[in-house]
């Protein structure tokens, strides 16, 4: 059972930046696929950003495409969102994700095994 615990979000002005992190514990964190997702009110939940276990896939979707970075260090069992040039409809919580590799990078919510319990993110204008 993998335990997932997000930090970093907070209130940040447009056009700021923020770094989430996401620390797993009691499992193969290095043999799982790991994604980010949000989900604004009112919303359905979507994925943000992917990263597979070996590290060399990534997804993005399209509307942080080059703004945002996911990066994992299996070494500390935690990954990481960096988001630049936030926008306002990038207003969400964010969870932290865990999959089990199925030999692709999977995006979908029902794919992902494991959750966090979310951090709030707010971009003012």
């Known amino acids: 059972q993998m335990h997932l615990v997000e930090s970093g979000g907070g209130l940040v002005q447009a056009g700021g930046s923020l770094r989430l992190s996401c620390a797993a514990s009691?499992?193969?964190?290095?043999?799982?696929?790991m994604a980010w997702f949000r989900q604004a009110a009112g919303k359905e939940r979507e994925v943000v950003a992917a990263?597979?276990?070996?590290?060399?896939?990534?997804y993005y979707e399209e509307s942080v495409k080059g703004r945002f970075t996911i990066s994992r260090d299996n070494a500390k069992n935690t990954v990481y969102l960096e988001m630049n040039s936030l926008k306002r409809e990038d207003t969400a919580v964010y969870y932290c994700?865990?999959?089990?590799?199925?030999?692709?990078?999977?995006?979908?919510?029902?794919?992902?095994?494991?959750w966090g319990q979310g951090t709030q993110v707010i971009v003012s204008s």
């Open positions: 994700a865990a999959g089990m590799s199925l030999g692709y990078l999977q995006i979908e919510v029902q794919k992902y095994d494991y």
């Open positions: 009691g499992g193969p964190f290095s043999s799982y696929n």
């Open positions: 990263i597979s276990w070996t590290t060399e896939v990534t």
